[in-house]
């Protein structure tokens, strides 16, 4: 496996859950992290802010850059791009975590939840993107990488929950456009998926899932270090499952990624 030493990643929603293991994942290898997510004061409902992001990231042997960013702001998405490559002399990663979720019906989906996921999910990723675009032309292996799922249109990935599927396939229609668009440019645009449903504070929002049912966080973390120190040029526009990527690297043992091993896992959303 490849080390992402020195390397420098733009992380959106990195105070908790996947997006600060792959943020921890990266400082053991001595990398530079730049927190972008708008928790900066600790909530009782959800544990993790930028600040303890960038102590545990400091403490695992990275560099943290903690900033305050709501990706739905244009001019703070802009200015914590510029203000994360003056910072660290670039940036060569984009890793788009950030997303909100309602898993509702379309009678059940107040409008506000509708805009709100679609400014997070499909525009913060767009926005994002776009702001980093200048740094990663210049960085050496640039990668830009989504956590969003393979685009499949069966009618049963919509039907409970047309809203939020709309917003996350809006993640992966920019991994399927971007990736074309920039393939001259050799900046890698990938998605990549779980297999199973990972333990985070996310899963409070679907009904009946025990954390003993799921995957912890490092199985995601593990697969985006993978893909991420790939050389860019040889692979992008790909939908990953974090499994396959892992058994291509020769990982074989899925056991210690299970919060309680030999129980049957859940399959998440939008994989047949």
């Not at 305050?68 to 001019?75: G, P, W």
């Not at 914590?80 to 898993?103: C, K, M, R, T, Y």
């Not at 039907?159 to 993640?171: E, F, R, V």
């Not at 229609?173 to 449903?197: H, Q, Y």
Request: net charge negative; hydrophobic share 45%; with cysteine.
């Amino acid at each position: 496996m490849g080390t992402l030493a020195g390397k420098t990643l733009f992380i959106t929603g990195a105070s908790r859950g996947i997006g600060l293991a792959i943020a921890l994942r990266a400082a053991r290898d001595g990398a530079n992290i730049v927190i972008a997510a708008k928790s900066s004061v600790a909530n009782p409902k959800l544990p993790g802010t930028i600040h303890s992001a960038a102590a545990a990231i400091e403490e695992a042997g990275g560099h943290a850059l903690p900033l305050k960013v709501d990706i739905r702001e244009e001019e703070q998405v802009r200015a914590a791009a510029a203000q994360a490559a003056e910072h660290f002399g670039g940036i060569d990663i984009v890793v788009n975590n950030a997303s909100a979720i309602w898993l509702a019906g379309t009678a059940e989906t107040p409008m506000k939840r509708f805009d709100l996921m679609q400014q997070v999910n499909a525009r913060g990723t767009f926005l994002v993107t776009q702001s980093c675009l200048p740094y990663l032309k210049q960085a050496a292996n640039p990668h830009v990488l989504m956590l969003s799922p393979p685009l499949n249109l069966d009618p049963k990935w919509f039907a409970q929950h047309t809203a939020y599927t709309i917003a996350k396939y809006g993640m992966s229609l920019c991994v399927l456009g971007m990736s074309a668009e920039f393939a001259s440019l050799g900046i890698a645009v990938n998605a990549l998926w779980p297999r199973t449903v990972v333990a985070t504070a996310a899963i409070g929002m679907i009904d009946g899932v025990k954390p003993e049912q799921c995957r912890t966080p490092d199985i995601v973390a593990d697969a985006a270090h993978a893909i991420l120190t790939r050389p860019s040029r040889d692979y992008t526009g790909h939908f990953a499952i974090d499994d396959e990527v892992l058994r291509d690297e020769g990982i074989t043992d899925f056991d210690r990624y299970a919060v309680k091993p030999g129980t049957p896992l859940l399959p998440d959303f939008f994989l047949d």
